[in-house]
């Protein structure tokens, strides 16, 4: 079985995923913030990764953190900022917060 199908695996136990969240493909990366069984320690980590395919993940992800929500609210990316107003668990704060930004994004 690849790292990728590990990843992706339901199954796959928290330490194995916390280890496939340093992988050198980003393909196995972004199933690790994908994955609704990787520990939020992990998910932290994986919201500094330099490629904005798997911060979405860690956005979508319902084991985020709301303060990485609240830093992932101010990606560059518009898929970043789409994935955390479509987190299941988003505070209020940052749904309100993402509506006024994209508002004022739309106009400038």
């Known amino acids: 079985m690849s790292n990728y199908d590990i990843a992706k695996n339901l199954n796959t136990s928290i330490e ?3 280890r496939l969240a340093n992988d050198n493909n980003w393909r196995v990366r972004c199933r690790v913030s ?7 320690e992990t998910l932290e980590r994986l919201a500094d ?5 798997i911060r979405c993940g ?10 990485t929500l609240e830093r992932l ?10 994935g955390v107003a479509n987190n299941p ?5 940052i749904r309100t917060y993402l509506k006024i930004k994209e ?3 739309y106009y400038e």
């Open 16 to 18: 194995t995923l916390s």
């Open 34 to 40: 994908r994955n609704p069984n990787t520990p939020p």
């Open 49 to 53: 990764d330099e490629d904005w395919g």
């Open 58 to 67: 860690v956005a979508r992800n319902p084991n985020t953190p709301p303060e």
């Open 73 to 82: 609210a101010d990606d560059d990316s518009w898929f970043v900022r789409s």
């Open 89 to 93: 668990n988003i505070p209020q704060y």
């Open 103 to 105: 508002f004022l994004n």
